[in-house]
């Protein structure tokens, strides 16, 4: 089993990505902000809960998205593995993480980082508003947000998975293909 945690700051393209990565390798593809979307549409109580925070470009609560990522993975625990896509957020979802894969026997075998430079980011984003219909999306302002609060609350992942040996990253600027071939150099190893 390989599990592997795509991170970077949002508009990375960590979702075009973790398609390629899933379609290559045959992993699981999880991704946290699809899920949110997908339960908003469907009105369920998570995701009424958790439509207010996205708005605003903040993240949901670490309780709430921690359950919904373990019943995702209880879901499909009999693959190759799975690319976490927009999990871990926090520190207290990387512990929650590590804590849930040692019960299921496995562990995070490298998390990669995409980096991309913040006046791209903002970019590609509102390009990607004009069509995604996400209101996330929509606002240059909330999109900053988006982006502050992945220094300020997410980016102190990269330490935690250094001080474990885990940590890979590739750059996030070129053609997808090109991206794809960096990111397979990596995961082929773990
Ligand atoms: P992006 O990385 O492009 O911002 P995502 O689709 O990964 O988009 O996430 C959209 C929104 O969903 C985030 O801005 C946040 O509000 C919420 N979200 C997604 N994953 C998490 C998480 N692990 N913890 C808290 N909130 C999350």
Known sequence: MTNIVLFGPP???KGTQAERLRDS???NHISTGDLFRN????????GNKAK???DKGELVPDEV????LKAAVKEDRYGNGFIFDGFPRTEAQAE????FLFELQTEVHGMISLDVNDGVLVQRLLERGKTSGRADDANEDIIRNRVAVYY??????KDYYQAKDKFYSVDGVGSIDQIAD???EIVKKL
């Open 11 to 13: 508009g990375a393209g």
């Open 152 to 157: 300020k609350e997410t980016s102190i992942l």
């Open 39 to 46: 339960n908003i549409k469907d009105q369920t109580e998570l």
């Open 52 to 54: 207010a925070f996205i």
């Open 25 to 27: 390798f045959k992993l």
């Open 96 to 99: 929650a993480l590590d804590k």
């Open 182 to 184: 960096r990111l397979a």
């Open 65 to 68: 998205t921690i359950g919904m």
